[in-house]
């Protein structure tokens, strides 16, 4: 159908045209990996942040590196070859180890709150005491 109207004529010509294209251009269904991860993570910094701005607190980094080795641990069921893979997710497991650790001494509630939404273990107390 022809546009008939000026106002359709721009429409048509800037774009507004076939307004459901760009939608589905621009859903989820079609974003790479890479996109979808991005979407992920900050989703995650939302729900774990403290403040408005917030990026960087324990909780948000304990929070990401958690679904980064999810991510990891997929990738590696399906590549079992990929050592460096493998070495970087050794690396976020001692990385997160840390910051749990700091977690505990210092923030105990917030410790408990991170243990509790992502499904972690304490599996720090040994016999009678903390490792």
């Known amino acids: 159908p022809e546009p008939k109207t000026e106002e359709e004529l721009r429409a048509v010509v800037i774009g507004h045209g076939k307004p459901h294209l760009v939608e589905q251009y621009m859903s989820i269904d079609n974003m790479s990996k890479q996109e979808l991860h991005k979407v992920a993570m900050e989703q995650i910094r939302k729900n774990f942040e403290t403040h408005?701005?917030?990026?960087g607190s324990s909780q948000v980094q304990v929070a990401l590196l958690?679904?980064?080795?999810?991510?990891?641990?997929?990738?590696?069921?399906?590549?079992?070859?990929?050592?460096?893979?493998?070495?970087?997710?050794?690396?976020m497991l001692m990385r997160r180890q840390k910051l749990l650790k700091y977690m505990r001494r210092k923030e105990q509630d917030a410790y408990q709150d991170v243990l509790?939404?992502?499904?972690?273990?304490?599996r720090t107390f040994i016999e009678s005491n903390y490792v």
């Open 66 to 91: 958690t679904y980064k080795i999810q991510y990891m641990t997929e990738h590696l069921r399906n590549h079992g070859k990929d050592k460096h893979g493998r070495k970087g997710l050794h690396g």
């Open 52 to 55: 408005e701005f917030d990026s």
């Open 116 to 122: 509790l939404r992502l499904g972690l273990k304490d």
